[in-house]
């Protein structure tokens, strides 16, 4: 039944709603509303950080960031990213899952930049690594009283045999962070210097002071020596080898103050020189007289460093590393997982070139020692003999964490020369080891009167480069390619020299005329033919007549190319495997067939069609 009372209630309550609504625009307009709804909103923000969702979420996007000490180095390392990318280094930062060891050494001694750890080689020949472990530490670490956060990022540059080091430091005192740029340098042709250059930025408001702190070394004994004005620390100790005899060793370091005072909106530069004597392995009786030697040796060697030219040295060092790296091995495109990739090749490289002392850059060396050293960099014979190395995983390893790894891969790698024909390279030094690793990398062998290269042809499906391979006196760079098929073929190029190039090269079976290598920039190319027997896949060689007359020692069966190659080898399945599927598939319609024709035409069977009456 109608009601009045309900119906005139419900019109008044709908006039009042509609008057609210009309006067919502200024009740908004007030200041007071205004700020009860913002204190509104920022009340719900709030409880959504202390949310346990929200929460977690927030200091999760702490712990990536690192703060805002992690936001200063972020942007510190950005200047890193291109020499990354470029496959110039590694880089380590807070964020980074696995690290590698950020060494530096020049095969007479290896400095652990991460553990502090001076490692010193018990001889100074050829092929002798770094292999003794000392309790000296030859990094001064940096402490800034009132830290209340900090961020640390490493680097490791290849080309500059180098470990960089920048700290974003965070104190109490200022929202701005002082960042210490190190870099730590095992001289490469002065085997006895060390250097950490330090460079302190100090953007905040207040001066800075920053303790310097020494490592305690218990076996190692220090007083503070001056000779011509010039003060420094030096350090003797002593370590065992194996044979458990004694090896001396004695450090002399620049003498610093204990504290580093850096204005407000400053810099501050200083470069820590270190010089690093061992002896030979030495009897008792001959301990004293041997380390007083060595303490002399030293400290005059100290004084010609502290009055060189710290900027001269660092050229010179960084010259080195170039030129080691003209040679190398460069990875373009791998299909498989057995190839390595290109930053373990380039990790490979560095650390057998840190752990490998420079006989060709000694400046006591000889006029004749060094020819007879160029001489075997420049024709290895009969290196590197045997299948190429590119997929053994114990020499290219992927992983290595710690200085012993490396050690260990060292003496692998002299293992394998020794017994692969390259003694000779062995004793170049770390220039012969680098020669030697790229010849093993593609299976290069240099014979009596030429230069092979002897590569699997089945595993020609990846990309890489040799470059900067020596042969009488010139820089081969051997390239493996694919075109746009897919198919295989050889790029040969030669690094331009003051005389004409005479290199004459032909590919397997040497069928065709030899092609005369010159220093034109688009190289020659060869096709990839495979020979049966196999053979190498191309030869070079000084002498055009060897070349020639080689087509006729082969005694090959046939020349086939690649692609007509591999057909050959995995032809697909075995005709067994497609008769007896054929077979099934006829057996399978042949049953098919008895039922249907039992079903309509055997004995029983049911009328076709069925009459309708």
Known sequence: MFSPSKSSWSKRQTMWLQQRLKGLPGLLSSSWAR??????????????YL??????????????????????????????????????GVVLTPQTKETVPFVVGNGHFLVDVDSNKLWVASSSQPGSAPVLHTDYGPIARMQVPGTRSEARGMMLWYRKGSVFSSRCILTASSHECVTIREEFVAHRSLPNVYLQ?????????????????STESPSFRSTVEKMEEKEFVLSSGRVLTEKKDTVLVVVATKKLSAKIQVSAKSEYSENLVSVIHTSEPTEGGKLDETLGKLREGVKREMVDVLRANVEELMQEHQQAWMDLFISGVEIRKITDAHTPSSRTVNNTLYYILSTSTAPLLDQSLTAEEQERLESS?????????GHATMHAENLWPERL????????????????????????????????????MVLSFGGLQFTENHLQFQADPDVLHNSYSLRGIHYNKDLINLAVLQD????????????????????YACEAGCMNEPVELTSELRGHTFPVMVTQPITPLLYISTDLTHLQDLRHTMHVKAILAHEDHMAKQYPGLPF???FSV?????????????????????????PLFRSKV
């Open 377 to 385: 960099l420049n024709y290895a014979d009969h290196c590197f003999s």
């Open 51 to 88: 949310s346990s969702d929200g929460l977690l979420r927030f200091l999760g996007m702490s712990r990536e960031s690192g703060g805002a000490a992690g936001v200063c180095l972020k942007t510190d390392l950005h200047r890193w990213v291109s020499l990354v990318d470029r496959g110039e």
């Open 582 to 606: 054929a077979s099934l598939i006829t057996l399978f319609h042949l049953f098919l067939f008895k039922l249907i024709y039992n079903e309509y035409c055997g004995p029983g069977a049911k």
């Open 484 to 503: 746009a098929e897919g198919k295989p073929f050889l790029h040969v190029s030669v690094k331009p020299q003051e005389k004409p190039v005479k290199l």
């Open 197 to 213: 250059r330090v460079h302190i930025s100090n953007p905040t408001d207040r001066p800075v002071s920053i303790d310097l702190v």
């Open 35 to 48: 700020r009860v709804l913002v204190g509104l909103l920022l009340f719900l923000i709030f409880y959504w």
């Open 401 to 436: 964490t710690n200085v012993a790894q490396i050690l260990q891969l060292v003496n692998l790698w002299n293992l394998t020369f020794q017994k692969r024909g390259c003694k000779v390279l062995v004793a170049a030094g770390t220039h012969g080891m680098m020669q030697g």
């Open 576 to 578: 067994l495997f497609w």
